[in-house]
Nanobody, 122 residues
Framework: ELVESGGGLVQPGGSLRLSCTAS????????MGWFRQAPGTEREFVAA????????YSADSVKGRFFISRDNTKNTLYLQMNSLKAEDTAVYYC?????????????????WGQGTQVTVSS
């Protein structure tokens, strides 16, 4: 089971750090990712990281602003979000991929959290 936390209301230009903790299986065995879904839109890829943490990849829309990381000793995935914009407003989901390599396609992820709301507004 994956549980996200850290969402909330933040002003444009602000920062938030999302966390995703796994309670049943060691996440070190899995590539992990963050996705988001804004109202009226499809869920979209945000960032991904390999099981070891050695490889990361981010969507162009967040590159240089969002940073994905993981602490396998704490069984936790993170998403540091900086310079937030109104268009970053969405429900953010963490997900565990099939296998330890990095994945970016939604269909390659088998376990999902319930999501955490991020709202960027003044």
């Amino acid at each position: 089971e994956l549980v996200e936390s850290g969402g909330g209301l933040v002003q444009p230009g602000g920062s938030l750090r999302l966390s995703c903790t796994a309670s049943r299986r060691p996440i070190s065995h899995y590539g992990m990712g963050w996705f988001r879904q804004a109202p009226g839109t499809e869920r979209e890829f945000v960032a991904a990281i390999s099981g070891s943490g050695g490889t990361t990849y981010s969507a162009d829309s967040v590159k240089g602003r969002f940073f994905i990381s993981r602490d396998n000793t704490k069984n936790t995935l993170y998403l540091q979000m900086n310079s937030l914009k109104a268009e970053d407003t969405a429900v953010y989901y963490c997900a565990a991929a099939y296998g330890a390599s990095i994945k970016t396609v939604e269909a390659d992820f088998g376990s999902w959290g319930q999501g955490t709301q991020v709202t960027v507004s003044s």
